[in-house]
């Protein structure tokens, strides 16, 4: 009846908030017990993964394994500080179940090196916004944007960097235009840092 209309329609429009690997499982076990889960889960659009617990150890590895068959209809994904080191091959390619993803938001300290933010962001074909925020890379671990043979965003049309030191953002640049992205983009911000001025 109307109850049951409203919990859908509830799960397509509200965000899915998880803070902890612990909230994943539980998550995911109620989705195999129970069909109307699996079925919520598959109307979901929009999923957010922030860290509860600042100082406990990043959980979003674990969840394109065990929450990625359900998620069907994803298209707005956020992890907030919640990348965990070191980051298992499987990781990319279960983030590929996400294949509707239009609008993907990175924020804080995240991926050891540059390659595991390109395959963060290259797991998803239909990318359309990408938001990036305080993202810190190990400027000893850059890796050539040459060298990875990676499927390329190209229907990227909006760009949001803030908080990140400035030869980091070249290095993106010079990864985005070199696969073409950047004749895409018909929207660009940009906020840098370099030490305490912005």
Partial sequence: GWHSYLIDSLYEVEPIRLRSKRQIYKLARASRIYPAVRGRLALARSVILQ???????????????????????????????????PLHPSFFVKLRQLKDVKHLYLSGPHPQNLADFQRIVCAFPQLEELDIADLVVSTSKFTSPHVLNLPCISKLTCLRVSDIIPRLFRVLVVWLSSGGVCSTISSLNISLYTGSIR
């Fill in 51 to 85: 860290k509860g617990d600042m100082s406990a150890p990043g959980f979003a590895h674990v969840f394109p394994l065990v929450l990625g068959p359900h998620l069907h209809n994803v298209q707005d994904l956020a992890l907030h500080n919640c990348i965990g080191q």
